[in-house]
């Protein structure tokens, strides 16, 4: 009977009108081509049901029953980290024993996936409030204001920090040949601090930090770079300087160094490098870097140079242009995180 599920229904219908006729099952087998058992066991099943449909299985029954499945989503909906051994273990104590993939199948069917967590900083309440009076505050300035602001941070770019998370296709047991491996240095190969600035006109100096930078290195940093980059950037009267709020930018005696130099200071809230473009800035920066392979640090200098100078003010008056839906985005979340 097997065989004949794979049968057309109006192949079947004819077996049963010969059969009707007298022809018994050797006949029938000979004229249609098939096996006699097939054959009997289609006029056995018609005989029994009166048709030659195949009736709907049942199926093997579920092991995980829908209280149990309710009680999983549950779960994973309290607490997003429980892991599919925990939910393993969680079943086995009423009994019932399933494999993890069991488990991953019936929450992917309630459109539930394991994915990797997103880092962002950490939000207190006090971080939020700021966030949302920022948000609040700036979400109706017109391009003019956002055009007048120079963008400013620094970041680490390391030598062989590209290596992470890198895919490869290869056969089964090829994992150690060299073409599938990435080589790994200690401490990354090593690693060099860079200070930038940009503004809607583009990108402004590039300088890198030598050392461990404290106030006095910052402000030594803004006094020969800031003023040569909004000249460069044909930043108007009116510009306004933007950071974060590292304790080296907001030292006494960095503010007084902002005061004697007369900047225009954007409010700035805390734990806010989803607010800040220039970030944006950073990742094009070290694909195209990492995408060159620099061998040593001062090639890496090098590369950065001259790939920071590559990066076309479009890419930076696009995301400029789309920062109200930043803002947007961080008043929906009540000054939560964002995906930016």
């Given at each position: 009977?097997?065989?004949?599920?794979?049968?057309?229904?109006?192949?079947?219908?004819?077996?049963?009108?010969?059969?009707?006729l007298g022809e018994g099952y050797k006949k029938l087998s000979q004229r249609f081509k098939l096996s006699v058992s097939t054959v009997?066991?289609?006029?056995?099943?018609?005989?029994?049901?009166?048709?030659?449909?195949?009736?709907?299985?049942?199926?093997?029954?579920?092991?995980?029953?829908?209280?149990?499945?309710?009680?999983?989503?549950?779960?994973?909906?309290?607490?997003?980290?429980?892991?599919?051994?925990?939910?393993?273990?969680?079943?086995?104590?009423?009994?019932?024993?399933?494999?993890?993939?069991?488990?991953?199948?019936?929450?992917?069917?309630?459109?539930?996936?394991?994915?990797?967590?997103?880092?962002?900083?950490?939000?207190?309440?006090?971080?939020?409030?700021?966030?949302?009076?920022?948000?609040?505050?700036?979400?109706?300035?017109?391009?003019?204001?956002?055009?007048?602001?120079?963008?400013?941070?620094?970041?680490?770019?390391?030598?062989?920090?590209?290596?992470?998370?890198?895919?490869?296709?290869?056969?089964?047991?090829?994992?150690?040949?060299?073409?599938?491996?990435?080589?790994?240095?200690?401490?990354?190969?090593?690693?060099?601090?860079?200070?930038?600035?940009?503004?809607?006109?583009?990108?402004?100096?590039?300088?890198?930090?030598?050392?461990?930078?404290?106030?006095?290195?910052?402000?030594?940093i803004l006094e020969n770079n800031v003023q040569e980059s909004v000249t460069k950037l044909k930043l108007r009267r009116g510009w306004?300087?933007?950071?974060?709020?590292?304790?080296?930018?907001?030292?006494?005696?960095?503010?007084?160094?902002?005061?004697?130099?007369?900047?225009?200071?954007?409010?700035?809230?805390?734990?806010?490098?989803?607010?800040?473009?220039?970030?944006?800035?950073?990742?094009?920066?070290?694909?195209?870097?990492?995408?060159?392979?620099?061998?040593?640090?001062?090639?890496?200098?090098?590369?950065?140079?001259?790939?920071?100078?590559?990066?076309?003010?479009?890419?930076?008056?696009?995301?400029?242009?789309?920062?109200?839906?930043?803002?947007?985005?961080?008043?929906?979340?009540?000054?939560?995180?964002?995906?930016?």
């Amino acid at each position: 009977m097997g065989a004949s599920k794979h049968l057309s229904n109006d192949l079947k219908t004819k077996i049963i009108q010969h059969h009707g006729l007298g022809e018994g099952y050797k006949k029938l087998s000979q004229r249609f081509k098939l096996s006699v058992s097939t054959v009997r066991n289609i006029v056995r099943n018609w005989k029994t049901t009166g048709t030659v449909l195949v009736k709907a299985r049942s199926g093997r029954p579920r092991k995980i029953s829908e209280r149990q499945r309710r009680r999983m989503v549950r779960t994973v909906t309290v607490n997003p980290q429980t892991s599919s051994k925990d939910l393993q273990h969680q079943l086995a104590a009423d009994g019932v024993t399933v494999h993890r993939s069991t488990i991953q199948r019936t929450l992917h069917k309630e459109m539930l996936y394991g994915r990797v967590m997103r880092k962002k900083p950490f939000l207190c309440t006090r971080h939020k409030r700021g966030r949302l009076r920022y948000a609040k505050a700036h979400l109706d300035k017109p391009a003019s204001f956002w055009n007048k602001v120079l963008w400013t941070d620094e970041t680490k770019i390391e030598l062989f920090g590209h290596n992470q998370g890198r895919y490869a296709w290869r056969k089964k047991n090829t994992a150690f040949q060299e073409k599938h491996l990435l080589p790994t240095v200690k401490f990354g190969g090593g690693s060099i601090m860079l200070w930038g600035c940009v503004s809607s006109a583009g990108t402004g100096n590039l300088v890198r930090v030598e050392g461990r930078m404290d106030s006095s290195q910052y402000q030594q940093i803004l006094e020969n770079n800031v003023q040569e980059s909004v000249t460069k950037l044909k930043l108007r009267r009116g510009w306004i300087f933007q950071q974060d709020n590292d304790p080296k930018h907001c030292s006494k005696s960095t503010k007084a160094f902002m005061q004697r130099n007369k900047y225009n200071i954007l409010e700035w809230p805390s734990q806010s490098p989803d607010l800040n473009i220039i970030e944006n800035v950073w990742c094009a920066l070290k694909r195209a870097v990492h995408a060159r392979k620099p061998s040593n640090l001062t090639e890496l200098e090098m590369i950065c140079r001259e790939e920071w100078s590559k990066i076309p003010p479009t890419r930076i008056q696009t995301l400029i242009g789309s920062y109200r839906k930043r803002l947007e985005a961080v008043i929906s979340e009540k000054g939560g995180s964002t995906k930016y």
